[in-house]
T-cell receptor
Framework: GENVEQHPSTLSVQEGDSAVIKCTYS??????FPWYKQELGKRPQLIID?????GEKKDQRIAVTLNKTAKHFSLHITETQPEDSAVYFC????????????FGKGTKLTVNP | SAVISQKPSRDICQRGTSLTIQCQVD?????MFWYRQQPGQSLTLIAT?????????ESGFVIDKFPISRPNLTFSTLTVSNMSPEDSSIYLC??????????????FGPGTRLTVL
């Protein structure tokens, strides 16, 4: 079955710097890759996703890139702010509806003021 | 956007008892899923709740321990049976196909924090 590896497990940056979180997946049939942000005591929230027919997607300060050949995808956060501090999870799915998500182990991001 | 609610939000239970967690969505959804998230850990899928048929369980999870119901397109329950302290965790439901949105996008309920003594 699918296996998703996520790195780093913790990341500390200064406010205004960029943060990059990387994930690799094992199943070449996976074609949907969401990212979730989970603040302490809150539910995971979908912040951005990418499908295998595109290589990059941006939403304001957040971007995700996908390299299907290498089977890895990354989350990029620019101009980080203290409110970006949270645990971020990547996931992979075969798509097509009704397919389960397999999650990475998470990255705890701390943005220092 | 659709609202996903869970009841109870938290509970403290005695070992050997059972707890039923409810997940309610205010619009029809295609799929509903149940996850477990242990403290400081990632999300682990327990099962997919299929409307009108038995749930599909992931490896390591069985129906006798985690019976699931899905009577309609807006509601599901997860029961944690014969609980032990190892079942202490956060249980989350998620939904896909909310309001006819893009396939695969999953949105989570607020979670149920379960402590078993």
């Amino acid at each position: 079955g699918e296996n998703v590896e996520q790195h780093p497990s913790t990341l500390s940056v200064q406010e205004g710097d960029s943060a990059v979180i990387k994930c690799t997946y094992s199943d070449s049939a996976s074609n949907y890759f969401p990212w979730y942000k989970q603040e302490l005591g809150k539910r995971p929230q979908l912040i951005i996703d990418i499908r295998s027919n595109v290589g990059e997607k941006k939403d304001q300060r957040i971007a995700v890139t996908l390299n299907k050949t290498a089977k890895h995808f990354s989350l990029h956060i620019t101009e980080t702010q203290p409110e970006d501090s949270a645990v971020y999870f990547c996931a992979a799915s075969k798509g097509g509806g009704s397919e389960k998500l397999v999650f990475g182990k998470g990255t705890k991001l701390t943005v220092n003021p | 956007s659709a609202v996903i609610s869970q009841k109870p939000s938290r509970d403290i239970c005695q070992r050997g008892t059972s707890l039923t967690i409810q997940c309610q969505v205010d619009s029809q959804v295609t799929m509903m899923f149940w996850y477990r998230q242990q403290p400081g850990q990632s999300l682990t899928l327990i099962a997919t709740a299929n409307q009108g048929s038995e749930a599909t369980y992931e490896s390591g999870f069985v129906i006798d321990k985690f019976p699931i119901s899905r009577p309609n397109l807006t509601f599901s329950t997860l029961t944690v049976s014969n609980m032990s302290p190892e079942d202490s965790s956060i249980y989350l439901c998620s939904v896909e196909g909310r309001g006819g949105g893009p396939l695969n996008e999953q949105f989570f309920g607020p979670g149920t924090r379960l402590t078993v003594l």
